[in-house]
């Protein structure tokens, strides 16, 4: 098969229906992975090319997926899952849906990326930090001087309840800040923070200049516009940007365990890790060269708050931003 048949046929595949002929059949595998699609769909399609094992993929985003693998608990129909949450997985892991794997390159991946039971592993990662146009770009900035009223530029984020980014970006900076992030960020909303929709709709926004800044936004998306042409900048404070992993796991109900370990195997192939790349994402393997884009900063500092422990707090802190800061009425400073 070629490359290209491939592709067409993973593209096809997303459409595939699944009646009970379809699961009767089982002898492909079937994939839910989140964005970006692009990357996913070229994973799968060398995947198959490579193996001649057909895969069905369901491509949507981390809360979507979610979702779906709830209404199908008592009729699983997904192998393999990749997440662009590791607290997604997490979750999945607690409750025993996870079927651990012991695979033989994990001592050529940043290990602290993955879960130390082998439940699952991170492919790839990205760090949140803030966009801003380069026109107001400032090289010191920090975080509190972003919500504290440091920076006079009007600022956007990506809505936390809309992007699983910009929530886990939430997350980790209220568990690393403690009680002084909130009223940090009840002072940005004061001071005119505003939300969009999701990271597409922040961007646009700050590409068209209605926004000098995005607080929040994660970069693979931002290096992606700046290899493209757009002046912006990707900020990272000296204090460090909130990682987000983007785990694979494979699921305990898998009819196909061993077709299942391949795919996943595959993910971390050179040639796999290597279009991570291509999409500014930080790859897993360590032997595997930055984005063109990206390489300028090289790999941030960064904040990293363990799976289990923001696993505890997630909900709880992301309801009292959405009642303190994103929905609640104030008076604007």
């Known amino acids: 098969m070629t490359l290209a048949a491939a592709a067409a046929l993973a593209t096809a595949l ?3 229906g699944c009646g009970p002929a379809a699961d009767a059949e089982r002898d492909h595998l079937v994939v839910y992975s989140a964005g970006p699609r692009p990357l996913a769909e070229e994973i799968i399609a060398a995947f198959m090319e490579s193996t001649g094992i057909p895969v069905e993929l369901f491509a949507a985003t981390t809360g979507q997926i979610m979702a779906k693998l709830e209404a199908e608990r008592y009729r699983p129909r997904a192998d393999v899952v990749v997440f ?4 997604a997985a997490e979750s999945l892991k607690a409750e025993g849906r996870l079927l651990p794997y012991d695979p033989p390159w994990l001592d050529e ?3 602290q990326w993955h879960d130390p039971d082998n439940h699952y592993f991170a492919t790839s990662a990205a760090v949140v930090g803030i966009a801003l146009r380069a026109a107001v770009y400032a090289p010191d900035i920090e975080w509190e001087d972003v919500l504290g009223g440091g920076f006079a530029g009007r600022l ?4 936390p309840s809309r992007s699983g980014s910009a929530g886990d970006f939430v997350l980790a900076y209220t568990l690393r800040e403690g009680d002084a992030a909130w009223p940090r960020f009840r002072s940005a909303r004061r001071r005119g923070l505003e939300f969009s929709a999701a990271n597409s709709q922040a961007i646009t926004s700050l590409l068209i ?3 000098d800044g995005i607080v929040g936004a994660v970069d693979y998306l931002i290096y992606r516009q700046i290899a493209d042409g757009a002046d912006v900048r990707m900020h990272f404070p000296a204090s460090g940007g909130a990682l987000v992993t983007r785990p694979a796991a494979i699921l305990a109900d898998t ?3 061993e077709r299942a370990q391949r795919f996943v195997d595959f993910y971390f192939t050179r040639e796999s890790q290597e279009r991570v790349a291509a999409a500014h994402l930080l790859p897993a393997r360590k032997d595997t060269e930055l984005s063109a884009a990206r390489r300028v900063d090289g ?3 960064v904040f990293e708050v363990p799976a289990e422990g923001a696993l505890r707090h997630h909900a709880t802190v992301l309801r009292r931003f959405q009642l303190e800061v994103e929905r609640a009425a104030v008076v604007r400073e």
């Open 209 to 211: 200049g209605a926004y």
């Open 84 to 87: 662009a949450s590791g607290v």
């Open 299 to 301: 790999m941030p500092p």
């Open 255 to 257: 009819p196909v365990p």
């Open 156 to 159: 956007t984020m990506p809505s």
């Open 14 to 16: 997303v459409f595939a």
């Open 109 to 111: 991946t940043r290990r």
